[in-house]
T-cell receptor
Framework: AQRVTQPEKLLSVFKGAPVELKCNYS??????LFWYVQYSRQRLQLLLR??SRESIKGFTADLNKGETSFHLKKPFAQEEDSAMYYC???????????FGTGTQLKVEL | GAVVSQHPSRVICKSGTSVKIECRSL??????MFWYRQFPKQSLMLMAT?????????EQGVEKDKFLINHASLTLSTLTVTSAHPEDSSFYIC?????????????????FGPGTRLTVL
């Protein structure tokens, strides 16, 4: 069975500092990985997916199949980045998502 | 575009009663809808997947007679928690996947509703 692990429940950084939110997965096949974000009092929304290989709001994530990781990175944190971030895995075939437990990012001034 | 609504946003009910939660795609047709459950400070757990006009597919450990899912139209799915008990208290979130109302094609992502807070006394 697939599994997504986010080891940090809370990550606190200063504004302008680099950010790395860790995500590891376990799945025997070829997964599709996503990062979702939930800002305060808002619904969950897609931030980025590995197949797009794009940067959204300054965030990037690279799928490392050797390390089974999909860490989310941003070189300079902004206050508006404070939110809950969920890593998720899809095994295709209907696009069912398996979520990690989430990391609360707090960007301090 | 691609907005999903849920109603009600929160509901409190007595133990033993049934509660219905609606999930609507407001501006697109949702061929597939997903129902998740989230406990405090925990992750979203997929409960079931429903395709319009078909029976829902439940995840292992989810009682289909307890959590009745209906997806009778391309814009509406309902989750009914039958004979609710305090342990059913949770945050229920739906998501939808589909395509534009008036043309072909498909959106390649799930769009999430705002969630429904269920409290069973």
């Amino acid at each position: 069975a697939q599994r997504v692990t986010q080891p940090e429940k809370l990550l606190s950084v200063f504004k302008g500092a680099p950010v790395e939110l860790k995500c590891n997965y376990s799945y025997s096949g070829s997964p599709e990985l996503f990062w979702y974000v939930q800002y305060s009092r808002q619904r969950l929304q897609l931030l980025l997916r590995h197949i797009s290989r794009e940067s959204i709001k300054g965030f990037t994530a690279d799928l490392n199949k050797g390390e089974t990781s999909f860490h989310l990175k941003k070189p300079f944190a902004q206050e508006e980045d404070s939110a809950m971030y969920y890593c998720a895995l899809s095994t295709g075939g209907g696009n069912k998502l398996t979520f990690g437990t989430g990391t609360q990012l707090k960007v301090e001034l | 575009g691609a907005v999903v609504s849920q109603h009600p946003s929160r509901v409190i009910c007595k133990s033993g009663t049934s509660v219905k939660i609606e999930c609507r795609s407001l501006d697109f047709q949702a061929t597939t809808m997903f129902w998740y459950r989230q406990f405090p400070k925990q992750s979203l757990m997929l409960m079931a997947t429903s395709n319009e006009g078909s029976k829902a597919t439940y995840e292992q450990g989810v009682e289909k007679d307890k959590f009745l899912i209906n997806h009778a139209s391309l814009t509406l799915s309902t989750l009914t928690v039958t004979s609710a008990h305090p342990e059913d208290s949770s945050f229920y979130i739906c998501s939808a996947r589909g395509g534009p109302l008036t043309s072909g094609g498909a959106y390649n992502e799930q769009f999430f509703g705002p969630g429904t807070r269920l409290t069973v006394l």
